[in-house]
């Protein structure tokens, strides 16, 4: 045999052995633990859907789907690790709509929002609660502009991060009321509610996982949410919109992981995604904190980042957010 026909039967042969690897790789997948990153801490919007999600999901797969949070940096820490993993489909995300305010609130981040992800589905969307104690003397959001129109600087916000959503409601917030608030970002979690529960914070912007317990309890009043159109869940709290015509935020959920995973696998998590979400008591739970279930293609997915990057860039502009370091 020739050298160049040993180079072509070579070649031809490691052609055929990569071909047949790959259906393979897909048809085994997963063959060990998915490890499922969140960028916030327990008891979060993002904490509450990812345990759903991996518990379905695991029953669903036969592996386990293990929930790692890596919180602060309003989730960047998480996505940059995710960012950087091998896009094999054993490290994905669960990305908040806050990941498209990151994307035109930095200066620089060590990923790029958009093209560094694999987008495999949109999972759930929601609105946001502008919240107080129930003893706070403040009733409507009226009553918070007056006040803070009275006291500028001296009322404070939460959010769960710097470049969380729930910091550009509360912007916004400000820009339109023409108002002046601290804001004060936790890391997520329940600490925003405990410090609103303990006086340390004068106003909660949050989620309705975290607030609508809270609300059905009687702990805290709702003033607003965020949706510029009354939210199902949520009877009683009136759109922003109502006192400050134009208002409009919604949020959502999403599951993604490195770029350059195989189309096999994102297919096959694409389904157990839909699967979980059609779960009756994923579903349930995910109705009863008030989100609603919103299951995607990659491509809609991708395309509502894509989107939502651009419009809350122009709000940052607008409102005049200092862009983050």
Do not use: C
């Given at each position: 045999m020739t050298p160049t026909i040993r180079a072509i039967v070579l070649a031809a042969a490691l052609a055929t052995a990569t071909l047949g690897a790959?259906?393979?790789?897909?048809?085994?997948?997963?063959?060990?633990?998915?490890?499922?990153?969140?960028?916030?801490?327990?008891?979060?919007?993002?904490?509450?859907?990812?345990?759903?999600?991996?518990?379905?999901?695991?029953?669903?797969?036969?592996?386990?789907?293990?929930?790692?949070?890596?919180?602060?940096?309003?989730?960047?820490?998480?996505?940059?690790?995710?960012?950087?993993?091998?896009?094999?489909?054993?490290?994905?995300?669960?990305?908040?709509?806050?990941?498209?305010?990151?994307?035109?609130?930095?200066?620089?981040?060590?990923?790029?929002?958009?093209?560094?992800?694999?987008?495999?589905?949109?999972?759930?969307?929601?609105?946001?609660?502008i919240s107080v104690r129930a003893e706070s003397p403040y009733k409507t959001l009226k009553d918070v502009i007056a006040a803070a129109k009275a006291n500028p600087g001296k009322m404070s916000f939460s959010s769960v991060g710097i470049g969380s959503t729930q910091q550009l409601c509360g912007e916004l917030f400000k820009s339109m009321a023409g108002i002046n608030m601290i804001h004060v970002p936790y890391k997520g979690g329940t600490a925003p509610l405990t410090d609103l529960l303990?006086?340390?914070?004068?106003?909660?912007?949050?989620?309705?996982?975290?607030?609508?317990?809270?609300?059905?309890?009687?702990?805290?009043?709702?003033?607003?949410?965020s949706s510029d159109k009354p939210w199902p869940s949520l009877p009683g709290v009136p759109p922003i919109a109502e006192t400050l015509p134009g208002y409009n935020v919604l949020g959502w959920t999403s599951v993604a992981g490195p770029k350059g995973m195989p189309k096999a696998i994102?297919?096959?998590?694409?389904?157990?995604?839909?699967?979980?979400?059609?779960?009756?008591?994923?579903?349930?739970?995910?109705?009863?904190?008030?989100n609603l279930v919103s299951p995607s293609t990659p491509e809609e997915m991708r395309n509502l980042m894509a989107s939502d990057s651009a419009k809350f860039k122009k709000v940052i502009e607008q409102a005049n957010i200092p862009l983050q370091d």
């Open positions: 790959q259906p393979a790789d897909a048809d085994t997948y997963p063959s060990r633990p998915i490890t499922f990153l969140i960028g916030f801490g327990a008891g979060g919007n993002a904490d509450v859907i990812s345990r759903l999600l991996g518990a379905a999901m695991s029953d669903s797969m036969g592996q386990p789907v293990v929930i790692e949070p890596h919180p602060g940096a309003g989730g960047n820490i998480a996505a940059e690790r995710a960012a950087k993993a091998k896009p094999d489909g054993y490290t994905i995300i669960l990305l908040p709509s806050g990941h498209a305010v990151s994307a035109g609130l930095y200066k620089h981040l060590p990923f790029d929002p958009l093209n560094d992800f694999t987008w495999i589905s949109m999972t759930t969307s929601f609105t946001f609660v303990g006086g340390q914070i004068d106003i909660m912007v949050d989620t309705n996982t975290v607030t609508t317990p809270q609300l059905k309890g009687g702990k805290i009043r709702g003033l607003g949410e994102v297919d096959r998590l694409n389904a157990e995604v839909r699967k979980a979400l059609a779960n009756p008591t994923v579903k349930a739970r995910i109705e009863d904190v008030g």
